[in-house]
Every structure is written in C-alpha cells, then in structure tokens.
C-alpha cells in the first residue's frame, strides 16, 4: 500500500516538475555601461531551488534585435558544462555586441527537449533584455515568433514591489487562459565558474506560482523581490506536436527588478 501511495505521489508531482524548466539567457547585468562584448550563458534549468539541469543542445536560433536590426549570434556559442545544486549539464556560452544606446533583445529558439517523465517534448523559445544608456528603441515591440510574451513595462529596471504585466501572444494574436508559471532566480550563475552561487531565497509552499492570462492575453504579477523574474506561458504556441510527440511550445520572457535606494 505503501509502494502504491508513493507512486501515485511521484506521478501527480511530475507534471510541476517539468513544467518548473525554464531557459537563461543570463547575463550578470541588464543596464550595460560601456561599449562591448557582454557574455552571456544559456542554461536549461531549475533556479528557484536551484535544482536539476537538463542538457541543452545547440540553439535552432540565437539573435538579438537593436534598433529592429536582427543580429545572428549563433557562431558566439560555444559549449559549457553547467554545474547546478544537484547536477551538471550541457550549456553554452556566447556573447552579445553592445555598442550603440538602446535596448538589446536576446532572442533563443532551443531545440525541443524530451520530458521523458511525461513523454513530451518542451520548447522555450526566450527573450530577454539589454540596455545601454537608459534608451528605450525595442523592448515594447514583438520579434515575430511563434508565440512571445510582450512587456508593458520596461523590463530591464522594474522595481521590486511593484508590479508586472506582460501579453502573450500567438502568431501575433493574444491568448486568452494562458498558464503562465512564474520563476525567481534565487540561485544566479556564477560566470567564471559556470556553477550555480548560493541561492538567495527559497520557494514558498503550494509548488509552481501561476498566472492566469485574461481574454486579451494580458496578465499581471506583484514583484516582491529585487532580481531576475521568469515568467513561462505554458503551452502557448501554434505547435502542438514534434516526431509524433506532444509538443509544449512556451513563451519565455526574463525581467530584472532592482530595490529604491
């Protein structure tokens, strides 16, 4: 009976446990000072409780968006073994050219990566975001991908304790009941070692923290910590399946809110 309540236990929790995946695009700083390369690392794992890393293949796409120019970044990979709190995996590291004022969209279409606990495949495709000078040219606008989440508000220097809201979007319409999970970076990678640095929270009981989208696709979270924020609409893509797989296509946005000093 006892073998029985366990696994019935481990079989509703999987579901949390795949969802919980989100997709860096990390970098140590939002707001960029002087002109140069900024490195950056793609890493496919568990930040809040610094937890499991899955292998991440090479990028279908890897670009950013200046000044509503697109910019291939894909030969910048290169890869990186990724050590978290339970694990290590494969991760890459690349590099982002800042020059001009502005914003800087980092945009990632992963390869789609095999949940073999729930048989299916998942595809983040990401965004994140860069600034030089506190010139705002492109993180309001969407990129054109299959599904993506829209900031409404700046998402490079939100303040903690505020508020975000974001749209998701598919093929450029909104998507109404979007599941959107909500991700805290507690744990930040450490860029010269490529290891996870000591977590600087904990989840909160009750498993993954969950918006729902409204009929215009618009949803809204009260930011309650000064860091990086991911948010994951679950599912919201026009794919739906990959080698005769179930397909999660999700939209991935990373913000970063800061304390009033």
């Given at each position: ?68 120019e697109k910019t291939d970044l894909l030969d910048t990979l290169e890869p990186i073994r990724f050590t978290g ?108 070692s490529s290891a996870a640095s000591a977590p600087k929270a904990s989840p909160m009981p009750g498993g993954a ?53």
């Amino acid at each position: 009976m006892k073998t029985l309540l366990s696994a019935a236990a481990a079989a509703v929790a999987l579901p949390a446990i795949a969802n919980a995946h989100f997709l860096l695009e990390y970098t140590t700083d939002t707001m960029i000072e002087k002109p140069g390369d900024v490195p950056v690392k793609l890493i496919f794992w568990h930040p809040f409780e610094n937890g499991h890393v899955m292998d991440l293949e090479k990028p279908q796409e890897f670009y950013v968006i200046h000044n509503g120019e697109k910019t291939d970044l894909l030969d910048t990979l290169e890869p990186i073994r990724f050590t978290g709190g339970e694990n290590e995996g494969a991760a890459f590291k690349g590099s982002v050219p800042v020059k001009r004022s502005g914003d800087y969209v980092l945009v990632t279409v992963p390869q789609p990566y095999y949940e073999e606990s729930e048989d299916i495949y998942i595809q983040q495709l990401t965004k994140a975001f860069l600034n030089r000078n506190e010139l705002p040219t492109d993180w309001m606008n969407p990129v054109g991908l299959p599904t993506e989440i829209i900031p409404l508000n700046k998402p490079t220097n939100i303040i903690a304790g505020s508020t975000f809201t974001g749209r998701v979007l598919a093929d450029g319409q909104p998507v109404a009941g979007a599941e959107i999970e909500i991700e805290y970076m507690a744990a930040e990678p450490d860029m010269e070692s490529s290891a996870a640095s000591a977590p600087k929270a904990s989840p909160m009981p009750g498993g993954a923290v969950v918006a729902i989208s409204d009929d215009n696709g618009y949803f809204s979270f009260g930011v309650p910590k000064a860091g990086y924020w991911g948010f994951a609409a679950l599912g919201s893509g026009p794919a739906t399946e990959h080698e005769g797989k179930e397909l999660s296509q999700d939209a991935v946005i990373w913000i970063r809110a800061w304390d009033l000093e």
